[in-house]
């Protein structure tokens, strides 16, 4: 065999692997594994050219993917000023008066229903605090807005207006457009108004953040989004320049109304890739958000919202995933509503035992005990992200847990009910929505926040497993990623700390000694 290009030694490795659980060193040949085991395994891959890391008692495990992140789209999604901090009215209203103008507009990201203390969200509570400039201010959630009079005049918005998908522009009593603009259609018309980054500027930011997300331990996320259609362009002229940190597996859009000549374009795309990142999977909604009203619920919310589906003809998702499935390309469906979750877990039943393992469901943020069992038995994948119970409270006086009262915001983030019903279950963040740090990911998976915090942890294995085997369960990537083993792909994360033992405060703020993505290192401690 050829002297490898890199060995790592003195490490504590996490295989993930049952035939070879535990490990000391790893060598590395063209983006492969080629050895795992002890020092005197791998002594004689090493030659002249080869990379010998001694990794001084760091723990390795296989490579940490993000199993739902929006790294390029979330670019425009976190433009102008960050407003996750902001707590109540008084503190927003003082972050507009400061905030930077971006060609004259205010944009803002990040915004927490909770800052307007259960008043409707109005842009009357904070015009006087920007001096008749255009405001964007996305709400933390990403598929609600909160815009000013200045811009609602800009896009000719002067009342409601009816869409093909579930949207609204939410007005008062009088007929008067409060700026709430709910779920995509409807902000979408603002937010093309929007001034956004250059071509160059989205490059550089997007590599700029891959690189803060590989020093976290990331080496590979799955994209839920396609941008605007030119993120290959984009990531085809990255790769030419260069390299992207991370491995990128992208899932472009299927939305309501979509016929015959929209879901073939879909399959055609799927396999088109680069050297780091490839098309693999469609993305859906079944609903949208319990604070915007529009989860798909079984009974409806505190304020009479959220009865009904994304799409107006639940039926047709249907008939749009079966075509697909048909062609053998995977679903992932945003479903946070235990209406939306019975719907697709529905659906996915009814395309025969030839769908296993091809479909999954993302967020699944309230679930009833009779569906847990499902997942396993009809083979669908749970993709959720543990840290968006940071919105919510653990004595349910949040905006979220106030909608869906106290039987369901009991039944918050089941993570660890749906690993012990079997089912096979993904971690993720949901960048920009969440801070895109793996640490918190696993620190958050293992103790749970806010609303989840009265339910059970996972395990450090099972946190672990949901970046990294479960991950590439969810992408159909088991055979070739998500363990440790001779002839895997070459993703590797070394922590200071091991995961699987370590607090969750000691591990969420624990240093990466070393990630590898495709055989190159993607990041180094100094």
């Given at each position: 065999?050829?002297?490898?290009?890199?060995?790592?030694?003195?490490?504590?490795?996490h295989t993930?692997?049952?035939?070879?659980?535990?490990?000391?060193?790893?060598?590395?040949?063209?983006?492969?594994?080629?050895?795992?085991?002890?020092?005197?395994?791998?002594?004689?891959l090493?030659?002249p050219?080869?990379?010998r890391?001694d990794?001084?008692?760091?723990?390795?495990?296989?490579?940490?993917?993000?199993?739902?992140s929006?790294p390029v789209?979330?670019?425009?999604?976190?433009?102008g000023?960050?407003?996750?901090?902001?707590?109540?009215?008084?503190q927003l209203?003082a972050?507009?008066?400061t905030?930077?103008?971006?060609?004259?507009?205010?944009?803002?990201h990040g915004?927490?229903?909770?800052a307007?203390?259960?008043r409707?969200?109005?842009?009357?509570?904070?015009?006087d605090?920007l001096?008749?400039?255009?405001?964007?201010?996305?709400?933390?959630?990403g598929?609600?807005?909160?815009?000013?009079?200045?811009?609602l005049?800009?896009a000719?918005?002067?009342?409601p207006?009816?869409?093909?998908?579930?949207?609204?522009?939410?007005?008062?009593?009088?007929?008067r457009?409060?700026?709430?603009?709910?779920?995509?259609a409807?902000?979408?018309?603002?937010?093309?108004?929007?001034?956004?980054?250059?071509?160059?500027e989205?490059?550089?930011?997007?590599?700029?953040l891959?690189d803060?997300m590989?020093?976290?331990g990331?080496?590979?996320a799955?994209?839920?989004?396609?941008?605007?259609?030119d993120?290959?362009?984009?990531?085809?002229?990255?790769?030419?320049?260069?390299?992207?940190?991370?491995?990128?597996?992208?899932?472009?859009?299927?939305?309501?109304?979509?016929?015959?000549?929209?879901?073939?374009?879909?399959?055609?795309?799927?396999?088109?890739?680069?050297?780091?990142?490839?098309?693999g999977?469609?993305?859906?909604?079944?609903d949208?958000?319990?604070e915007?009203?529009?989860?798909?619920l079984e009974?409806?919310?505190?304020h009479?919202?959220?009865?009904?589906?994304?799409?107006?003809?639940?039926?047709?998702?249907?008939?749009?995933?079966?075509?697909?499935?048909?062609?053998?390309v995977?679903?992932?469906?945003?479903?946070?509503?235990?209406?939306a979750?019975?719907h697709?877990?529905?659906?996915?039943?009814?395309?025969?035992?030839?769908a296993?393992?091809?479909?999954?469901i993302?967020?699944?943020?309230?679930v009833?005990?009779?569906?847990?069992?499902?997942?396993a038995?009809?083979?669908?994948?749970?993709?959720?992200?543990?840290?968006?119970?940071?919105?919510?409270?653990?004595d349910?006086?949040?905006?979220?847990?106030?909608?869906?009262?106290?039987e369901?915001?009991?039944?918050?983030?089941?993570?660890r009910?749906?690993?012990?019903?079997?089912?096979v279950?993904?971690?993720?963040?949901?960048?920009?929505?969440?801070?895109?740090?793996?640490?918190?990911?696993?620190?958050a998976?293992?103790?749970?926040?806010?609303?989840a915090?009265?339910g059970?942890?996972?395990?450090g294995?099972?946190?672990?497993?949901?970046?990294?085997?479960?991950?590439?369960?969810?992408?159909?990537?088991?055979?070739?990623a998500g363990?440790?083993?001779?002839?895997?792909?070459?993703?590797?994360?070394?922590?200071a700390?091991?995961p699987?033992?370590?607090?969750t405060?000691?591990?969420?703020e624990?240093?990466?000694?070393?990630?590898?993505?495709?055989?190159?290192?993607t990041?180094?401690?100094?």
């Amino acid at each position: 065999m050829p002297a490898a290009d890199t060995v790592l030694t003195g490490a504590r490795v996490h295989t993930l692997d049952p035939d070879r659980p535990a490990a000391e060193a790893v060598a590395l040949l063209d983006g492969l594994i080629v050895a795992v085991g002890e020092e005197h395994d791998v002594r004689d891959l090493i030659g002249p050219a080869t990379e010998r890391i001694d990794l001084a008692g760091a723990t390795l495990t296989p490579g940490l993917t993000d199993a739902h992140s929006h790294p390029v789209w979330g670019i425009e999604m976190a433009s102008g000023t960050d407003l996750s901090h902001v707590r109540d009215l008084d503190q927003l209203r003082a972050a507009l008066r400061t905030a930077d103008r971006t060609r004259g507009w205010v944009l803002g990201h990040g915004l927490d229903h909770n800052a307007f203390g259960g008043r409707p969200v109005d842009r009357a509570l904070v015009e006087d605090a920007l001096a008749g400039a255009p405001a964007f201010l996305r709400l933390y959630d990403g598929h609600s807005a909160l815009a000013s009079g200045p811009a609602l005049d800009a896009a000719g918005i002067v009342g409601p207006r009816a869409f093909a998908q579930r949207s609204e522009i939410v007005c008062d009593r009088a007929g008067r457009p409060t700026g709430h603009l709910v779920e995509h259609a409807a902000m979408d018309l603002v937010g093309a108004l929007v001034p956004g980054p250059s071509r160059a500027e989205r490059r550089a930011r997007l590599l700029a953040l891959l690189d803060a997300m590989a020093a976290t331990g990331l080496t590979g996320a799955h994209v839920m989004d396609l941008g605007n259609g030119d993120v290959p362009a984009l990531l085809s002229t990255v790769e030419y320049e260069g390299h992207l940190p991370l491995r990128l597996n992208l899932a472009p859009w299927c939305m309501p109304g979509a016929g015959a000549a929209e879901l073939e374009e879909l399959i055609e795309l799927q396999g088109l890739a680069g050297r780091h990142w490839r098309i693999g999977g469609v993305k859906f909604f079944m609903d949208g958000t319990v604070e915007g009203g529009t989860a798909w619920l079984e009974h409806a919310d505190c304020h009479g919202q959220g009865t009904e589906a994304f799409w107006p003809d639940p039926r047709a998702y249907a008939r749009a995933v079966a075509t697909l499935d048909a062609a053998g390309v995977r679903t992932a469906t945003h479903a946070i509503g235990d209406a939306a979750v019975r719907h697709v877990l529905d659906t996915v039943a009814g395309l025969g035992p030839g769908a296993r393992m091809r479909h999954r469901i993302e967020h699944i943020e309230t679930v009833p005990d009779d569906q847990l069992e499902r997942f396993a038995r009809i083979g669908v994948i749970a993709s959720m992200q543990p840290p968006h119970a940071a919105y919510t409270r653990a004595d349910h006086t949040d905006e979220w847990s106030r909608r869906l009262g106290e039987e369901r915001a009991g039944r918050a983030w089941r993570c660890r009910d749906l690993r012990d019903a079997g089912a096979v279950l993904a971690l993720g963040s949901d960048w920009p929505i969440a801070d895109h740090d793996a640490r918190r990911v696993l620190a958050a998976a293992r103790g749970p926040l806010g609303a989840a915090s009265a339910g059970p942890a996972l395990t450090g294995l099972m946190a672990l497993e949901g970046m990294t085997s479960h991950a590439a369960l969810a992408a159909g990537e088991e055979d070739v990623a998500g363990r440790i083993a001779v002839g895997r792909r070459a993703d590797l994360t070394a922590f200071a700390v091991d995961p699987l033992t370590a607090g969750t405060d000691e591990l969420a703020e624990a240093p990466i000694r070393l990630t590898v993505s495709g055989g190159r290192i993607t990041h180094r401690a100094g």
